[in-house]
């Protein structure tokens, strides 16, 4: 058992076979810094164990395309955020986190963090699992994010989306990384298209929660809960 975390004194730490420290610093809000941290290990971890290069040149060219988007990002994000916070509306009171392969990580910690920062009651569920059940209840109130990192399942990601925006006139944040998916929602007023260039999927998840913690922060901001 490979233990990932920065409390060496914890449960994990003590019976881990094999301890990796994150060393992330304070954050403060769980999971805004250490899931970063953990998911970038977990990838070098993993290729390991497969007796793989951890860093190869290609793979590290990718890392460095990925902190040049972060820090280009950055300059900007006010705007950005505004878009999408114009987008969902003021009277955002739930909100659907949706996602598929390495990129339902993105999901599930999104949806920890917007519960913690904004106080608003939100799910996060993998595409298969919406579709049976919960895409039932859309309806033109609906807001959600769709984070998608690769271009499978094409056919059940623009049948899901079009389930929600067009039949059900429900709004979806596209979060993705592929100009192919991202045409879907080009021209759908129900739809924010967020395009980005980070194409390996396993490391997708970093940039992906950057926007959306950015997100998180200035709706928590705007309802006077932060400063």
């Known amino acids: 058992i490979w233990g990932i975390s920065d409390y060496e004194e914890s ?15 304070t954050e403060k809000i769980m999971g805004t810094k250490s899931y970063v941290n953990a998911i970038l290990l977990f990838y ?35 705007s950005h955020t505004k878009n999408l916070t114009d987008f969902l509306g003021e009277k955002l009171d739930n909100l659907f986190f949706i996602s598929k392969g390495a990129s339902l990580s993105s999901a599930f910690q ?11 009651f939100c799910v996060a ?21 769709l984070i998608i990192g690769d271009e499978t399942s094409m056919k059940e990601s623009t049948h899901l989306i079009e389930e ?29 298209v967020f395009e980005h260039t980070t194409e390996n ?10 926007v959306l913690q950015y997100l998180f922060l200035q709706i928590a901001k705007t309802r006077g809960l932060m400063r």
């Not at 929600?164 to 924010?192: A, D, P, Q």
Request: glycine letters at 6%; hydrophobic letters at 40%; proline letters at 3%.
């Open 11 to 25: 449960y994990l730490g003590m019976k881990a076979h094999y301890f990796l420290p994150l060393k992330f610093g």
């Open 201 to 210: 999927i396993n490391i997708a998840p970093i940039f992906e929660i950057i």
């Open 125 to 145: 569920l993998s595409m298969g699992a919406f579709q049976h059940g919960p895409i039932r209840i859309v309806d033109e109130s609906f807001r959600g994010v």
């Open 44 to 78: 070098f971890v993993c290729r390991s164990a497969m007796n793989k290069e951890a860093i190869p040149s290609n793979r590290e060219e990718d890392i460095r395309r990925l902190i040049f988007e972060i820090k280009f990002y950055n300059q900007d994000w006010e």
């Open 110 to 120: 999104a949806s920890l963090n917007f519960k913690a920062i904004t106080q608003t």
């Open 164 to 192: 929600i925006t067009n039949k059900r006139g429900g709004k979806l944040i596209l979060l993705n990384n592929s100009r192919k998916i991202s045409s879907i929602g080009r021209s759908n007023n129900n739809i924010f």
